[in-house]
Each structure stands twice: as structure tokens, then as C-alpha cells.
């Protein structure tokens, strides 16, 4: 079976072309006689072989942010109109986005650090957060309230909020959440290449999941003048609740688009779903059934916490080591030296292009490198599978961003 990304080099048994005999392979730009440093010659740009699907998922956003306004909006209001005290619940609802808002800064940093490898774009994971803050809590709000309605008006307040917090919020709420990774997934494929981009995608919108649905709590707890006391248990010792939950539907699709086999493809979502899903009711039963577990709770967290970012951890070290993998036969044939590697897989590479002369067109560079290792990784799996893959379609062009990064860091390459 030919090699999809060009004649393997000595690590797939082949030796690799003479440098100055190598003709270029077809859909890449001309190499320079010398490796790093020749002048590269005008490149071409391919169209993007997911445009249509790509401007599909922007539009389902779009619609879904509108209606996600919309409800959230009226949430709002009857939140306000519906209290005894309409003007002060205004202002505790301005104080619940202050509480809820602002440590915003910190927990969003965190994933952003742990994805210094491949780091998604800021929009992807802007849309991300809106989804989560907009949509998912309009929609699963709209359902979480009507069940409520449905079982209190039935069996009473009680059940009816036992079935609410036990089993309609963990279901609407990771299924809402859950569509974000489905969308990145499905529509956005280029920017999802695995289980850590299943993670970071899932955090984000959590997050912003987890802000909005704070404000209502801080809001209420501010009337009962307990606002201190809840904003220590939701903003400081669990705000990684959602994220965990939603994090294991990201591992599932992440698991998907790493594995070429089908029935892995179609499995691991759900399970993935439906693990979120069990720890979300989970967490939601024990203060349900027994309202004076707080130790319990808190030594049941801190298990939950530590196991996350231990797997985040394990997975983001095994992302460097496939880029690096998928990057050597880039240097046997003059497309990167060994120092662009080096810089490439380093874990604080786009700090050091930061604060030097490389710049924005140095993270760029980095970005293109991984963003190729990566692609070269999933056509390897999909062609050990036997599969056809969209990955194959990025290669070339990537090479050639790879091509015009690296003459526009020789322009300005301190003499």
C-alpha cells in the first residue's frame, strides 16, 4: 500500500532520496538543496477539503446560540419578576456573574496549559465556551424545568426534585454539553485529533456551562445571605465538576477519532457519554439522599479531581511523544532540522517563540509541525485499518504552510 504522505524514509524501510537528487513529491512544494535556509518558492493554497462541512456546523451554532440567548434571557427575567423581591434579586443576580465570572481567568488557563503541544484555536474554543454558557444551559434549563413542573405537580417537591437533580439534570445537561464535542467531532475535524482535544474541548464548554448556571445559585444564595459559603463549595473546591463529567464523552470521541475501527467509533461516545452521565447523578445523589455528607463529598472530589488531571497529564505526554514520532522522517528529508524539532516538541517552544524573534510566525511554524505529525499519525492508524481517512487530504497542504512558515523565519532570522 503506497505511503499517502509521501515515499517513507529509513524509520517505514526505505532509504530517503539523495538531498540533491530528491525530486519533490507530488503536492509539495520544491525542497531546497540545503534543508532550512533556501529561498521557497510562491505556494499555492488548496481549497479546504471540509469547507462545506465546516460552514454546516457554523450555522447549527449559529441557530443554536440564538435560541440559547433567547431562553436563557427569559430565564433571566422570571428568575427576577418571580421573586419577592424583584429589585434585589436584580442585584444579586449582577453579584452571582461577578462571583461566577470572574475566576473565569484561572480555570480556563489551566486546560490551555496542558494543551501546549497542539493548542486548538482561541475560536474553537470560544465557540466551545459560548456553546456550553448559551446553549447547553438554555436547553437543558428549558427541560430541567419542565420536569420539575411535570413530577412536583405529580408526586410532590419532593420526587419532583429527587428526579430532577438525580436524573433529568445529569442527562440534559451532558447531552446538551455533549453536541459541543459532537460539532468539533463531525464538523470541525482538521481541529479534532484526539483524546486530549476531546478533553480540552469538553472543559471548555463545561466551563462556561458551569459559570452561567452559577450565577442563578449565587444569586439565590445571596438573597439567603449564604453567598460566602456556596461560592466556597462551587467555585472553590468543585469547579471541575462539569468539566469531569463532560470530559468523558471528549475521552469517548477523542477514543473515535483515534481508533479506525467502527464499532470502536460508534461505542466510545456513548460510553463515554453515559460515564459522564453516571458521575454527574452520582454527584448529585449523595447530597440529595444523605444532606450531611459533606466530608464524604469532599474526600469523594478530591478523588475524582486527582484522577482527571492524572489521565489529562498521562495524555498530553503521550501527544508529545507521537508528534515527536511522526516528525523524524520530516528531518531525513530536509523538511526540518533537528534544532526546528527539538523546538517543535519542546514543552514551552511557543514561550520561547514568544518572548525571541520568532515570534507569532515561530507558534505558527509550531503549530503547522504538529498539526502534520498528527495527520500523518491518524493516516498510519487508518491505513493499518485499511480506512480511508480526511486526515490524508491535510498533509500536502500542511507541508507546504510548513514550507512558507519556515522562508518567512529565514527573512527574519537574526543575521
Given at each position: 500500500?503506497?505511503?499517502?504522505?509521501g515515499?517513507p524514509?529509513g524509520?517505514y524501510?526505505?532509504?530517503p532520496?539523495?538531498q540533491?537528487?530528491r525530486?519533490?513529491?507530488p503536492?509539495?512544494?520544491?525542497y531546497p538543496?540545503q534543508?532550512?535556509?533556501?529561498?521557497?518558492p510562491?505556494v499555492?493554497?488548496?481549497?479546504?477539503?471540509?469547507?462545506?462541512?465546516?460552514?454546516?456546523?457554523?450555522?447549527?451554532?449559529?441557530l443554536?446560540?440564538?435560541?440559547g440567548?433567547?431562553l436563557n434571557?427569559?430565564?433571566?427575567l422570571a428568575?427576577i419578576?418571580l421573586s419577592?423581591?424583584?429589585?434585589q434579586?436584580m442585584?444579586?443576580v449582577l453579584k452571582g456573574?461577578?462571583f461566577?465570572?470572574?475566576?473565569l481567568?484561572?480555570?480556563?488557563?489551566?486546560?490551555m496549559?496542558?494543551?501546549r503541544y497542539?493548542?486548538?484555536?482561541w475560536w474553537c474554543l470560544a465557540?466551545?465556551?459560548?456553546?456550553g454558557a448559551?446553549?447547553?444551559?438554555?436547553?437543558?434549563?428549558?427541560i430541567?424545568?419542565?420536569?420539575?413542573?411535570v413530577f412536583?405537580?405529580?408526586?410532590g417537591?419532593?420526587?419532583?426534585?429527587?428526579?430532577?437533580?438525580v436524573?433529568?439534570?445529569p442527562l440534559?445537561?451532558?447531552?446538551f454539553?455533549?453536541?459541543?464535542i459532537l460539532?468539533?467531532f463531525?464538523?470541525?475535524?482538521r481541529?479534532?485529533?484526539?483524546v486530549?482535544?476531546?478533553?480540552?474541548?469538553?472543559?471548555?464548554?463545561?466551563?462556561?456551562f458551569?459559570?452561567?448556571?452559577?450565577?442563578?445559585y449565587y444569586?439565590r444564595?445571596d438573597?439567603?445571605d449564604?453567598?460566602?459559603?456556596?461560592?466556597?463549595l462551587?467555585?472553590?473546591l468543585?469547579p471541575?465538576g462539569?468539566?469531569?463529567?463532560?470530559?468523558?464523552t471528549?475521552?469517548?470521541?477523542?477514543?473515535?477519532r483515534e481508533?479506525s475501527?467502527?464499532?470502536v467509533?460508534?461505542l466510545a461516545p456513548?460510553g463515554?457519554?453515559f460515564?459522564g452521565?453516571f458521575?454527574?447523578?452520582?454527584?448529585?445523589?449523595v447530597?440529595?439522599?444523605?444532606p450531611d455528607?459533606?466530608?464524604?463529598m469532599?474526600?469523594f472530589?478530591l478523588?475524582f479531581?486527582?484522577?482527571?488531571?492524572?489521565?489529562?497529564?498521562?495524555?498530553?505526554i503521550?501527544?508529545?511523544?507521537?508528534i515527536?514520532?511522526?516528525?523524524?522522517d520530516e528531518?531525513?528529508i530536509g523538511?526540518?532540522?533537528?534544532?526546528?524539532?527539538e523546538l517543535?516538541c519542546?514543552?514551552?517552544g511557543?514561550i520561547?517563540?514568544?518572548f525571541s524573534?520568532?515570534g507569532?510566525e515561530g507558534r505558527a511554524?509550531i503549530?503547522?509541525?504538529s498539526?502534520?505529525a498528527l495527520?500523518?499519525w491518524?493516516?498510519?492508524?487508518a491505513?493499518k485499518?485499511?480506512?480511508?481517512?480526511?486526515s490524508?487530504?491535510?498533509i500536502a497542504p500542511?507541508?507546504r504552510?510548513?514550507?512558507t512558515l519556515?522562508?518567512a523565519?529565514?527573512a527574519k532570522a537574526?543575521r
Amino acid at each position: 500500500m503506497n505511503n499517502p504522505y509521501g515515499p517513507p524514509p529509513g524509520p517505514y524501510g526505505h532509504a530517503p532520496y539523495p538531498q540533491q537528487q530528491r525530486p519533490p513529491y507530488p503536492g509539495q512544494a520544491p525542497y531546497p538543496p540545503q534543508g532550512y535556509g533556501a529561498p521557497q518558492p510562491p505556494v499555492t493554497t488548496e481549497p479546504d477539503p471540509d469547507k462545506r462541512r465546516r460552514a454546516a456546523g457554523l450555522a447549527i451554532w449559529i441557530l443554536g446560540m440564538i435560541a440559547g440567548v433567547v431562553l436563557n434571557i427569559l430565564f433571566t427575567l422570571a428568575e427576577i419578576f418571580l421573586s419577592k423581591a424583584p429589585g434585589q434579586m436584580m442585584s444579586a443576580v449582577l453579584k452571582g456573574a461577578l462571583f461566577a465570572f470572574l475566576p473565569l481567568g484561572f480555570y480556563l488557563f489551566v486546560p490551555m496549559v496542558l494543551d501546549r503541544y497542539d493548542p486548538e484555536p482561541w475560536w474553537c474554543l470560544a465557540m466551545a465556551f459560548l456553546w456550553g454558557a448559551v446553549v447547553a444551559t438554555g436547553f437543558a434549563g428549558m427541560i430541567n424545568t419542565g420536569v420539575h413542573i411535570v413530577f412536583a405537580g405529580l408526586f410532590g417537591p419532593t420526587v419532583g426534585n429527587f428526579v430532577t437533580t438525580v436524573m433529568s439534570a445529569p442527562l440534559s445537561e451532558e447531552l446538551f454539553k455533549g453536541l459541543a464535542i459532537l460539532g468539533f467531532f463531525y464538523f470541525l475535524r482538521r481541529e479534532f485529533d484526539g483524546v486530549v482535544d476531546g478533553i480540552i474541548y469538553a472543559t471548555f464548554c463545561a466551563l462556561g456551562f458551569a459559570a452561567v448556571e452559577n450565577v442563578s445559585y449565587y444569586a439565590r444564595a445571596d438573597m439567603a445571605d449564604q453567598l460566602g459559603t456556596t461560592f466556597f463549595l462551587r467555585g472553590v473546591l468543585a469547579p471541575w465538576g462539569h468539566p469531569l463529567y463532560t470530559s468523558m464523552t471528549g475521552i469517548g470521541f477523542g477514543i473515535a477519532r483515534e481508533s479506525s475501527r467502527t464499532w470502536v467509533r460508534w461505542l466510545a461516545p456513548i460510553g463515554g457519554f453515559f460515564a459522564g452521565v453516571f458521575l454527574h447523578a452520582l454527584w448529585n445523589f449523595v447530597p440529595t439522599v444523605i444532606p450531611d455528607a459533606f466530608v464524604i463529598m469532599l474526600l469523594f472530589w478530591l478523588l475524582f479531581v486527582a484522577m482527571f488531571f492524572c489521565i489529562i497529564i498521562a495524555l498530553v505526554i503521550r501527544k508529545g511523544r507521537t508528534i515527536r514520532q511522526f516528525l523524524r522522517d520530516e528531518v531525513l528529508i530536509g523538511n526540518l532540522t533537528n534544532e526546528e524539532l527539538e523546538l517543535v516538541c519542546s514543552p514551552v517552544g511557543r514561550i520561547q517563540c514568544t518572548f525571541s524573534w520568532r515570534g507569532a510566525e515561530g507558534r505558527a511554524f509550531i503549530r503547522a509541525a504538529s498539526r502534520l505529525a498528527l495527520s500523518k499519525w491518524h493516516t498510519a492508524r487508518a491505513m493499518k485499518g485499511q480506512k480511508r481517512t480526511i486526515s490524508a487530504d491535510f498533509i500536502a497542504p500542511l507541508r507546504r504552510e510548513l514550507a512558507t512558515l519556515r522562508a518567512a523565519l529565514l527573512a527574519k532570522a537574526p543575521r
